[in-house]
Each structure stands twice: as structure tokens, then as C-alpha cells.
């Protein structure tokens, strides 16, 4: 009974953080060696996946471009978190490549989008990247002598790394507005490239096919930035003052 309840504990588990590593371990049980045939499974369906995606309307960011645009992190793409719709691709793109003709070698670096299939399955912890036309982005740093970091973050994966600002949110249990406080000081003590930053943003805003911008108030006036795109996302959502959030 214990051994029934591992195996869809680790369904759900790998089917909430990849969407397909749920079906690769299930299937895995009909192997003599498990977690090899996970392993191999779980490959094949991800690559499968990248030709497939694009008949449902998704398409996966590149995990080896070089080029303006960069995904931030192999996790993102080893757990299938990468897919957007191909307008959306084209916007990113665009984006970057216009932040990057104004400050050549700047990267603009892409944390969650979504998953390859299935409108309305949820990206957690996200609450609303479950369609393909949402996207998270860095921001962007500079050491403590001002020089501009290219294509790092202050944490490892780009999040939970906020900027110090004042909050009108009261105190409250159900919510994902976490603070972490205690692991602030673990982070890389790199600095907020505002010109950067505000950038962006800005070009973000210019670009019609972007609808929302999610960042915090505090960042907002920080960057002197004034557009109705740009909004708060609500106090029961995750903290915006360590990435940017867009949608379509």
C-alpha cells in the first residue's frame, strides 16, 4: 500500500513541475530496470514534445540560443517550462533584440512560460501561465562597481531575489506573496540596472501585442515608469520586484 501511494506521489509531483514527467513514470513501472526507462522515457517524450507542440499552437524557446533572448536556466527547459504561443515568441524576440541594438551585448533572460499542451493546466506556482501567452523575465544587474552583469541573476533561478520597496498588502496565510527574508542574504549582492531594466519594460509596452506587464508599485515609481499596461498584480499573487511578468 505504502509503495502504491510513492508512485502517485511522484505522478502528481513530476506531472505538477514538468507535465509529462508523470506520464514517463508510470511507464517506467513496466520496465525490469525503472529508473533507467524513466530517465530514457522522460527524454523522449520532451523532444517529442518540441515537434508536437507547435500542431497545438505552442512553440518551445530555444534552451541553446546565443543570441539577445536566452532562457535563464536549464531547469526551465529540462522541465518542459519554456512553450509560449508563437506570437508571443515573435514579441520576445523582437524585444530583446531592440534592448540589445540599444546596449549591445545585453541579454534578456526567460524564466517560466508554460508548458507544451493543454490550455488551462496550471505552471506552478503561477496563477495564470496555463495558456502559452505568458512569460516571465529577469531583470537586469550590476556588480558593486556598476558594471553591467550580461546574462546573470541574483538568485540561481532568477526569482525570489525582490527589491527592497514598501508594500500596501496587509499581512495574510493565504497568499503567495512570500518574502523569504531569511534567504535574501544568500543571494548575489548585484544591484538593479534601472536604465536597463526600465528598458524593457518600456519596449514591452510599445510592442501592441503585449497587453499586461505585472510589476510591483515600488518598482514602477523606481523606474519612473507610467503606462495603464503596467500593473500590480494583487496582493495574493506572487511578489513582482524580483522579475517581470507579460502577457499577451
Known sequence: MLRIFFHILAVVALTALTQLGGIAWALSRLFRRPLLAFGGLYVGLAILAVWIAPLVGRTALSCFEQGPLQVQSWFYCATNRTYVTPELKASLQEVAASVAAAHPGTQTLVLDAGFPFLTGFPLLPHLSHDDGEKVDLA?????ASGTFLAGQTRSPLGY???EPGPSDCPDSWISLR???APVQ????PYTLDRHRTGLLIQTLVEDRRISKIFVEPHL???LGLTSEKI???GCRAARHDDHIHLQL
Do not use: E, H, I, S
Open 160 to 162: 525570489f531575489a525582490f
Open 139 to 143: 531583470l537586469f544587474y550590476r556588480d
Open 231 to 233: 500593473r500590480f498584480q
Open 185 to 188: 542574504r544568500l543571494w548575489k
Open 220 to 222: 514602477r515609481k523606481t
Open 178 to 180: 512570500w518574502d523569504l
